[in-house]
């Protein structure tokens, strides 16, 4: 062999390993797997709250379905409310615009809710996050539930207000 060449290694002699970064690699794997050891129990711990999520939610639409004293408009907008997310709002525009009616038409709807606070209509709220009205007569003589109370639902689910007691945040609009 001349100087200065290399000797051509045979077909079935193995490439020779670095023994260090293999190691290296294997910790790394080893302590990114380690480190991220939680996240399957966060996976299963979500999983098992949407299973319990839908479970409840199907109960409500079924108790929807089943009222008689509910016009079909009052049901469609009922239906739409069970799908808003916990600690989150909507508007009464996002939900006229989906349900093809006008504001008014389903806040009138939110009035005539027989099953508050279960059915939440406390999640609704006016498009500049005003609270608005909320649940059949205006209140008048321990009639009908105060804007303070809505407040008070809404702080309990995790809703933020600003200095003026409006809504903080980007208004839920993902209906299916």
């Not at 260090?20 to 996240?39: E, F, G, R, V």
């Not at 999983?47 to 319990?52: A, P």
């Not at 321990?142 to 809505?150: A, F, S």
Request: aromatic share 4%; with cysteine; proline share 7%.
């Amino acid at each position: 062999m001349a100087v200065g060449q290399k000797r051509k290694r045979p077909a079935s002699d193995p490439a020779p390993t670095a023994a260090k970064p293999a190691s290296k690699i294997t910790k790394t794997i080893t302590n990114t797997i380690i480190a991220n050891s939680h996240l399957k129990d966060l996976k299963e711990e979500k999983e098992k709250e949407k299973l319990e999520h839908t479970a409840e939610q199907q109960q409500l639409l079924d108790l929807i379905a089943s009222s008689p004293t509910s016009t079909p408009f009052d049901k469609r907008v009922l239906s739409l409310l069970c799908q808003i997310p916990r600690g989150r709002v909507s508007t009464y525009s996002i939900l006229s615009a989906r349900l093809g009616s006008s504001p008014r038409a389903v806040g009138g709807a939110l009035r005539r809710n027989p099953f508050a606070p279960r059915v939440p209509c406390h999640r609704v709220v006016a498009a500049g996050g005003g609270l608005g009205g909320f649940k059949g007569a205006w209140p008048r003589d321990g009639v009908g539930i105060t804007l303070d109370e809505k407040k008070k639902l809404l702080r309990g689910e995790g809703v933020r207000f600003d200095a003026k007691g409006r809504v903080l945040g980007t208004p839920w609009g993902e209906f299916v």
